[in-house]
């Protein structure tokens, strides 16, 4: 029995969705919606709609944590805590990863004048006219903004609890022409990919911001590159998806999504064959202890 997770938030799972928890039926496998905050007691959880951890990240650690003898999360648990905060971006540098240049603003308590200073004080240091400013954890582009070098960020952040840390990076006017492009691989191999094109006047890829999904053939090193990425990881992952900017031959990394990433099988005829495939041997390799 396996649990597809959604969360309180939205509790209902999204109709692209739907034909891949058919799949899995069909397989043999019976497959059930619910909110992760209930704790589903099924032998394997597939979190792919926990959308709202990133306001309780203590909680949702926690329940990976906790949760009970026998379950199995279809990705390593180890690998989902990791990709809970952004820093992850600077181990993958570490490896040699093309990652776009980040850095983290270490945070206690709320959001204040200290922190405009240092934020201030990074631009400042690499010569970055722009930068985007993220938390550590977040998701969806919630909390994500745009700074000007000598600019503060205003009252958008003003008491805003930010005690995971902010990470900051520099602004890439590439994404509002060429938008992002995500790479969705299954075991470590290359299955589909999207363009999440920003609407005129936009910049932030995010869905909440009203982006295109088109379906997209990403050049041979982009793939190379997304496969490379999850080759340096210390567990394959059943699932990922590789977010990054087509910039001449190369393809700079924005985020590597290992928890609950939109996966867009419905933009590809045969994703959610696929995927069903996989999840069914995975669950079968567990079951034989392999």
């Known amino acids: ?89 600077t181990d993958l540098a570490a490896q040699g990863i093309d990652v776009i240049p980040t850095e983290f603003l270490a945070c206690d308590g709320q959001f204040g004048e200290a922190h405009q200073q240092a934020l201030q004080r990074i631009l400042s240091a690499k010569q970055w006219p722009e930068a985007v400013v993220k938390p550590a954890i977040g998701q969806s582009g919630k909390g994500v903004c ?79 590159s997304a496969e490379g990425v999850l080759r340096t990881l210390p567990q394959m992952p059943l699932y990922a998806r590789v977010d990054g900017t087509l910039i001449g031959d190369t393809f700079l990394l924005n985020e590597l999504e290992l928890i609950e990433p939109a996966l867009y099988l419905h933009t590809c005829g045969q994703a959610a064959e696929r995927f069903a495939d996989a999840v069914s041997a995975r669950i079968e390799a567990i079951q034989k202890g392999a």
Not at 178 to 187: F, I, K, Q, R
Request: glycine share 8%; charged share 20%; with cysteine.
């Open 1 to 89: 029995m396996l649990t597809i997770t959604t969360c309180h938030r939205y509790p209902e799972p999204p109709p692209n969705l739907i034909p891949l928890a058919q799949a899995l039926r069909q397989r043999g496998i019976d497959t059930r919606f619910d909110a992760w905050q209930n704790a589903p007691q099924t032998p394997f959880i597939l979190p792919l709609c926990a959308w709202d951890y990133a306001g309780q990240p203590a909680a949702f650690a926690r329940w990976m944590d906790e949760a009970g003898n026998g379950q199995h999360f279809l990705n390593p648990p180890e690998l989902m805590r990791w990709n809970m905060n952004k820093r992850y971006l």
């Open 146 to 224: 745009k700074i000007r070098a000598g600019e503060n960020l205003g009252e958008a952040w003003a008491g805003s609890d930010i005690s995971d840390g902010l990470m900051v990076q520099p602004y890439i006017r590439d994404i509002e022409e060429a938008g992002e492009t995500s790479l969705v691989c299954v075991n470590g191999r290359f299955s589909h990919a999207v363009r999440r094109q920003p609407p005129q006047g936009e910049w932030r890829a995010n869905s909440a911001y009203g982006v295109t999904v088109l379906p997209v053939n990403p050049p041979d090193f982009a793939v190379a």
